[in-house]
């Protein structure tokens, strides 16, 4: 869904019914403002020079009998900072006997843990997977495989008070800086190198000599990107829009509305700039946004922040595929370039529907491991190929070969087993998926089906078999890659059967999956090689080939097959480079081009693009 103003407005009238069908963000939400009202109700102070911080008339005192230090107590890797998600703060509210409940959940809001579960959860993220670069725009907040321990460590190595103290800083002084704060971003990796003196900040251990060195450079990160001006906003919150999260606020700012009320700013200037400009900057905007809406009351301005964080934090490629299945006919068709992630879209989908939690063993849904029971419901993923069959899909007589006899007997196809077992169990959820659908001729395949998939629950009469329908349970996904050009065209009596949700190239996410294995710098100069790539095969300068010819994500993220494993991160080279144009790349383009390449001017260009290429990074 893309935000207009004309949608806000209908939303605005409509916020109520918005809130109750969203209980989960709403809770959040309320949870958050609580806390912020307590926290700018304390009196704290914090006395630098005796090392002393006061709650009240209470000196906190750090395992019973210790004054904690004031600033960061990291990054040594001690029980704080193991790896595992929450189990930081859970130490840390150990360590403060007496305030065990302002731990948790200062802790929770900074590393985007539900508060009762304590399991981290990307919508109430603050923090993104990026680690090394000074902005959360391209950072993304899942990747496969990849450590979430950004959030995780953000939370752990930041002491409460100090939060407590900067959020009332927040609120309490318009001039205040950045450099006031005592936060630190993370337990550092060897992902930042800085040459800095040590910090006074810094409790140096004999082992801790590489991570002294990045502390300096973790701050001067952590200004650029979202925590603090989250903390701020919220203690500004009777004032400014205040976001329940890094993706609200990103996906606000990316929405037709956003990038209109931003007027001189793109989203990206706003997400990457540094603290002390932003708190000056996001009051003007938040003063347009509030003006378009007539809204100056505290009351209205905090459900107007609770409705944009609720819509904003719908808004993903997953909700919105899940939302399209569940209408209509309940199937759709993912679409896109090559690379894009439809598949992989598609087993998201599966999660969702299924209401699998994050790292669940998905295979124990699969419908062919028949000795599988769930409660929850079932997938299948099939491939349609060229020789693929009404008799496969549905069923039909089929030869069986006996030795030397051949023999007839009839089989039921993987679609109406799959539908049987449905109509079985109508309260569990059961997702087919079909990938490079358009690979079979369609109409052949899918036969009687046509109607059954316009109307749903009702009967047809199929051949052998006789009463069939699909049931109201059964959802289908589709995936096809609409610029292969030998194939079949998508059956027009089979298009209204299906929405339709295209995916285009989503480059960002090479920074997450490639983080841990290749250099900030030169990852960072990898990922614009890929855009640019991308640029020029659009381009009229370059082969001039419309949109849907660009290369998807998963084509760049090959890159890893050529690098050799290392302990730390390496620099990527021409070597890997040219490795992966001549396996992955061309290959792909010259399918693209077809007879044209046989063009001088167009094999020029392609040369040009790859020689750009495969220069180092």
Known sequence: ??????????FWKNKDSIFNKHENHEKRFDKIDTLIKDILKVEMKITI??????????????????????????????EMTIDKAYSGVEQMSKKFEGHEEIVNKVGCILGGFDFKSHKMIDSYRILSNTIAKKDDYHG?????????????????????????????????????????????????SCHINSQDNKSRFFPV?????????????????????????????????????????????????????????????TPENITNMEFDEFIKIWSKISGRILLSLKIDKEQDIRDLSKLISIIMTQETDIKNISD??????????????????????????VQELLGLKNGEDIEKYNFSKKEN?????????????????????????????????????????????????????????????????????????????????????????????????IPENVYIIGTMNNVDKSLVTFDLALRRRFGFFKLMPKLDVIYDVLSERIEPDSLEN?????????????????????????????????????????????K??????????????EPLLEEYLGMSIEDEEIYKKLKKLKDDFLKDV
């Open 140 to 188: 993304t907040l899942t990747s496969t495989g990849q450590s979430r321990h950004p959030s995780s460590h953000f939370a752990d190595n930041n002491y409460f008070f100090n939060i407590m103290k900067f959020i009332q800083d927040c609120k309490n002084n318009k001039e205040v800086k950045f450099a006031d704060s005592r936060m630190v971003m993370r337990y550092p």
């Open 324 to 349: 399209l299945l569940k209408s209509g006919n309940k199937a759709v068709i993912l679409w896109g370039p090559p690379g894009t992630g439809k598949t992989y879209e598609s087993m998201q989908v």
């Open 49 to 78: 020079a005796t090392n002393e911080v006061k709650i009240g008339n209470n000196l906190v005192k750090y395992e019973k009998d210790k004054t904690p230090t004031i600033e960061y107590f990291g990054p040594s890797k001690d």
């Open 526 to 570: 990898y990922v614009k090689k890929c855009k640019k790539l991308n640029e020029s095969i659009i381009d009229n300068e370059g082969l001039a080939l419309e949109k849907d010819y660009q290369i998807g994500q998963a084509y760049f993220i090959k890159i890893q097959d050529f690098i050799n494993e290392s302990d730390t991160p390496i």
């Open 1 to 10: 869904m893309n935000l207009t103003a004309e949608k806000l407005k209908i």
């Open 205 to 265: 251990d004999k082992d801790d000599s590489d991570c002294t060195n990045e502390y300096a450079a973790q701050r001067e990160v952590l200004k650029y990107r979202f925590p603090p001006k989250f903390l701020w906003m919220w203690a500004n919150k009777d004032k400014v829009i205040h976001p329940l999260s890094l993706m609200a606020f990103r996906n606000f700012l990316n929405s037709e509305f956003g990038k209109k009320i931003l007027k001189n700013y």
């Open 373 to 469: 029971t769930h409660d929850k419901g079932y997938y299948e993923i099939i491939q349609f190929h060229p020789n693929y069959t009404y008799e496969d899909f549905i069923g039909g007589i089929s030869p069986k070969l006996d030795g030397g006899n051949v023999s007839y007997e009839l089989r039921e196809g993987i679609f109406k087993r799959f539908c049987d077992k449905a109509a079985k169990s109508s309260e569990k959820k059961f997702i087919f998926i079909i990938d490079e659908i358009n690979r079979a001729e369609l109409s052949a395949v899918f036969g009687e089906l046509l109607y059954a998939l316009e109307y749903r629950g009702k009967s047809i009469n199929l051949p052998h078999f006789g009463n069939f329908t």
């Open 572 to 585: 990527i080279s021409s070597f890997e480079l040219e490795k992966l144009w001549a396996y992955s790349i």
